[in-house]
């Protein structure tokens, strides 16, 4: 195993860690470190969806035991975003148009969430239908074109509406990110091929990742969960301004 293979094991580790602490997979954080360790483009994409899966199970089974997931939540947001996560996909706009506005709304999401991480409590505020189809419908299309990862903008999107708590946003999440992230892998079926040997190196850093950052995630309590995501949001919104 050369360096490179070794750190990028280490840095994939961490990050399943981080982000399934808040029902995330990481594919965001998967695809800054690719690129800055100078993976080649046409593997980084499916990597990272490969990882994203392997973590989102992990994290979904792990807040779905906990009790931290809705299916009257999920269905209608996950039913609209499949179909308009595969159709953002074949499209691809101006990267110098499109980063610096995500990065400053992700920004801009993250500071809400830490300065109201205390007032975030159980919630009973039924999501509505309309709501939950075409927030979905959005979510799922900005993922098909950025190749963030879904869960990045619907956690904040609960919370700030007042849809979930952060637990019950990170199980709902986690399996919204599971979902669009095979229905991607799924799209790219004929770019499988070109996943990098060092796979079986990578893919149990991110599963032993994903058990630490679930677990934890999944008995914690809120203002933790909410600290985290805070901070997901930071590193995610830096990495779009600045790489355009």
């Given at each position: 195993?050369?360096?490179?293979?070794?750190?990028?094991?280490?840095?994939?580790?961490?990050?399943?860690?981080?982000?399934?602490?808040?029902?995330?997979?990481?594919?965001?954080?998967?695809?800054?470190?690719?690129?800055?360790?100078?993976?080649a483009?046409?593997?980084?994409k499916?990597?990272?969806?490969?990882?994203?899966?392997?973590?989102?199970?992990?994290?979904?089974?792990?807040?779905?035991?906990?009790?931290?997931?809705?299916?009257?939540?999920?269905?209608?947001?996950?039913?609209?975003?499949?179909?308009?996560?595969?159709?953002?996909?074949?499209?691809?706009?101006?990267?110098?148009?499109?980063?610096?506005?995500t990065?400053?709304?992700?920004?801009?999401?993250?500071?809400?969430?830490?300065?109201?991480?205390?007032t975030?409590?159980?919630?009973?505020?039924?999501?509505?239908?309309?709501?939950?189809?075409?927030?979905?419908?959005?979510?799922?299309?900005?993922?098909?074109?950025?190749?963030?990862?879904?869960?990045?903008?619907?956690?904040?999107?609960?919370?700030?509406?007042?849809?979930?708590?952060?637990?019950?946003?990170?199980?709902?999440?986690?399996?919204?990110?599971?979902?669009?992230?095979?229905?991607?892998?799924?799209?790219?079926?004929?770019?499988?091929?070109?996943?990098?040997?060092?796979?079986?190196?990578?893919?149990?850093?991110?599963?032993?990742?994903?058990?630490?950052?679930?677990?934890?995630?999944?008995?914690?309590?809120?203002?933790?969960?909410?600290?985290?995501?805070?901070?997901?949001?930071?590193?995610?919104?830096?990495?779009?301004?600045?790489?355009?």
């Amino acid at each position: 195993m050369n360096a490179t293979i070794l750190i990028l094991a280490v840095l994939i580790f961490a990050a399943a860690v981080l982000y399934s602490s808040v029902g995330h997979a990481g594919s965001s954080g998967y695809l800054t470190i690719m690129a800055l360790m100078g993976i080649a483009p046409e593997v980084m994409k499916p990597t990272a969806l490969t990882l994203n899966i392997l973590v989102a199970v992990i994290a979904t089974v792990k807040f779905y035991r906990a009790g931290y997931f809705s299916w009257s939540l999920f269905l209608p947001l996950a039913i609209a975003s499949i179909p308009c996560s595969f159709i953002g996909g074949y499209l691809t706009l101006p990267t110098a148009f499109y980063n610096p506005i995500t990065g400053s709304a992700l920004l801009v999401a993250a500071y809400k969430l830490f300065r109201t991480h205390h007032t975030i409590a159980v919630t009973h505020q039924a999501i509505p239908l309309f709501a939950a189809l075409s927030s979905g419908a959005a979510i799922g299309f900005l993922s098909g074109v950025t190749g963030i990862g879904g869960g990045i903008f619907l956690s904040p999107l609960l919370l700030l509406m007042g849809w979930a708590n952060p637990q019950q946003s990170a199980g709902v999440s986690a399996a919204f990110i599971l979902v669009n992230s095979t229905a991607g892998l799924l799209g790219h079926l004929s770019h499988v091929a070109l996943l990098p040997k060092a796979i079986v190196f990578w893919a149990p850093s991110a599963i032993l990742g994903g058990l630490i950052g679930a677990e934890y995630g999944s008995k914690h309590k809120n203002a933790n969960l909410q600290r985290l995501l805070s901070i997901l949001l930071v590193v995610a919104g830096l990495k779009l301004l600045f790489s355009w």
